[in-house]
């Protein structure tokens, strides 16, 4: 392997995690200026979440060809993210204490595939990339919110409702984009020019806005309250489980775009909602915190190094 391509994988990982890194540490930057503040992120979030992402999500999947589905990647996708909370469970069982093992588990395997794992394949791969990530978003949506309940439920000695659960995951904002998609596209209509157009619009605030949300959120309070559990939870979300997910896909057939997109939402850092979550149904909260931290800012190492390796190797 030769240096000038060494460098140019490396470049190329660089155009796709730059942008992103610049806009998480502006939005760092206005939060220490305060010219935002926790009330804007908030605020901000929730527009995300339940409009402009939705948005989003709902033409990209209209506009997706059926025959440019595969199936296969799909139920791939899910059965290696269950492979990652039985692995990340069987390490919180070995290493984690037993007052912080479900927190562990979940920033260890839940990643944050709707904000930052879309924004790495949109940048890596364009519309095409959007539209793959809109089909994931649809799997792993439904899955990380149901297992992280049943992992949280479980250690906290709560009573799992299925009733509850799936209408939580029913009720998802992300899910109904894709299940409204999914019914468009079965009445056979037609999308209106001005309604396609003012969804585009809407559909280019999310990633902007997300990304200087979470970096706003970031604390280097979070930072120095690190300690062995957020370091190997770290290890486990953006280096083992990615590398190893990865290395499954390719060993299933999967390439360029398709394996590239998979990689980069198992290696997207811990998701920021798993912090709520792990407050709320009695997690450690600062644990939780502190993976987020440490995953969103190393993943911009470990993303920008995996997608050298795989421009560069001849797959």
Same mark, same amino acid.
């Given at each position: ?36 503040? /926790?009330?804007? #992120? !908030?605020?901000?979030?929730? @527009?995300?979440?339940? &409009? +402009?992402?939705? =948005? *989003? ?76 990530? /809109?089909?994931? #978003? !649809?799997?792993?949506?439904? @899955?990380?919110?149901? &297992? +992280?309940?049943? =992992? *949280? ?89 990615? &590398? ?72």
């Amino acid at each position: 392997m030769s240096s000038p391509s060494l460098w140019a994988g490396m470049g190329q990982a660089l155009n796709v995690t730059l942008p992103i890194c610049l806009l998480i540490a502006l939005g760092a930057v206005l939060r220490w200026r305060r010219m935002i503040d /926790a009330a804007f #992120i !908030a605020t901000a979030s929730k @527009l995300v979440f339940t &409009l +402009s992402m939705p =948005v *989003l999500i709902f033409f990209n999947v209209l506009t997706i060809h059926a025959d440019t589905i595969n199936v296969a990647l799909l139920i791939y996708l899910a059965l290696a993210t269950i492979a990652s909370l039985v692995l990340t469970w069987l390490w919180g069982c070995w290493r984690a204490t037993p007052a912080n093992r479900a927190t562990f588990i979940q920033g260890a395997f839940r990643g944050n595939g709707a904000v930052l794992g879309l924004a790495f394949a949109t940048g890596m791969y364009g519309r095409h990339g959007v539209s793959l990530g /809109a089909l994931m #978003i !649809a799997v792993l949506i439904p @899955l990380y919110n149901g &297992l +992280s309940v049943v =992992v *949280l439920t479980l250690y906290s000695g709560q009573r799992v409702s299925v009733l509850h659960l799936v209408g939580k995951v029913l009720g998802n904002p992300l899910i109904i984009g894709v299940i409204a998609a999914l019914v468009w596209r079965l009445t056979g209509l037609g999308m209106p020019r001005w309604a396609a157009s003012t969804g585009d619009t809407l559909g280019h605030l999310t990633l902007p806005l997300a990304l200087l949300c979470i970096g706003g959120s970031l604390s280097l309070a979070e930072l120095r309250n690190s300690g062995r559990e957020t370091i190997e939870a770290t290890l486990l979300k953006i280096v083992i489980i990615p &590398l190893l997910l990865t290395l499954g896909g390719w060993l299933c057939g999967f390439r360029h775009a398709e394996l590239g997109t998979l990689f980069l939402y198992f290696a997207a850092p811990s998701a920021t909602a798993g912090f709520v979550m792990a407050k709320t149904m009695g997690g450690n909260g600062e644990l939780a915190a502190s993976i987020i931290a440490f995953t969103t800012l190393g993943a911009m190492v470990t993303v920008s190094i995996g997608l050298a390796i795989l421009t560069l190797l001849p797959i």
